[in-house]
């Protein structure tokens, strides 16, 4: 299970392989690009596989779990309903808060993306997690738990703790 994770999206596009090409062997990497059509998107999808093949990381497919299958991702980030669903894939969810995390555990997931840790971009104005907020809801998740939201390895230092396995970044990873 990777330590570390590059989230994708449109503000990391340009400069996408160097970053990937960067990344500790072995790392993961969530392709989001939801601002491509599925053409495009897809297109996008086969060259960050490629580079994160040369590195030995994992790329997940933010989408639904038969896209996952269909591009033969290895695995699906995303808020599944239903276990069933993601059947045959390593699921990860996005967590904010308990009500998310039970719906998580209800779906399988095996990764929890919990934030945000610290302000971020992605969400701006949110108030941050306090470290006790995050150990409450680490506690709860039935999975690896990685800290999500203004992260950076030092950051990742001053807060991780025995429930919590790695750290994400979009821009910090760049």
Same mark, same amino acid.
């Given at each position: 299970?990777? +330590?570390?994770?590059?989230?994708?999206? +449109?503000?990391?596009?340009?400069?996408?392989?160097?970053?990937?090409?960067?990344?500790?062997? !072995?790392?993961?990497?969530?392709?989001?690009?939801?601002?491509?059509?599925?053409?495009?998107? $897809?297109?996008?999808?086969?060259? %960050?596989?490629?580079?994160?093949?040369?590195? *030995?990381?994992? %790329?997940?497919?933010? !989408?639904?779990?038969?896209?996952?299958?269909?591009? $033969?991702?290895? =695995? %699906?980030? =995303?808020?599944?309903?239903?276990?069933?669903?993601?059947? =045959? /894939?390593?699921?990860?969810?996005?967590?904010?808060?308990?009500?998310?995390?039970?719906?998580?555990?209800?779906? =399988?997931?095996?990764?929890?993306?919990?934030?945000?840790?610290?302000? &971020?971009?992605?969400?701006? *104005?949110?108030?941050?997690?306090?470290?006790?907020?995050?150990?409450?809801?680490?506690?709860?998740?039935? !999975?690896? %738990?990685?800290?999500?939201? *203004?992260?950076?390895?030092?950051?990742? $230092?001053?807060?991780?703790?025995?429930? &919590?396995? *790695?750290?994400?970044?979009?821009?910090? /990873?760049?």
């Amino acid at each position: 299970m990777p +330590q570390i994770w590059l989230f994708t999206d +449109q503000r990391n596009d340009d400069r996408l392989e160097r970053s990937i090409l960067r990344l500790p062997r !072995g790392s993961g990497i969530i392709f989001r690009h939801y601002h491509l059509d599925e053409a495009s998107r $897809r297109k996008r999808f086969e060259t %960050v596989k490629k580079f994160a093949r040369r590195r *030995g990381h994992i %790329v997940f497919l933010a !989408g639904s779990p038969a896209l996952a299958r269909l591009w $033969r991702a290895d =695995g %699906v980030h =995303g808020r599944a309903s239903r276990r069933f669903l993601t059947r =045959g /894939l390593v699921h990860s969810a996005p967590v904010h808060n308990i009500r998310e995390i039970h719906q998580a555990n209800r779906a =399988g997931a095996a990764i929890y993306f919990l934030s945000p840790i610290f302000a &971020t971009r992605s969400h701006p *104005g949110q108030r941050p997690l306090n470290p006790l907020e995050v150990r409450r809801l680490a506690a709860l998740c039935n !999975g690896a %738990v990685i800290l999500l939201g *203004g992260m950076n390895q030092n950051r990742y $230092r001053s807060r991780k703790n025995q429930l &919590t396995h *790695g750290w994400a970044a979009i821009d910090a /990873l760049n």
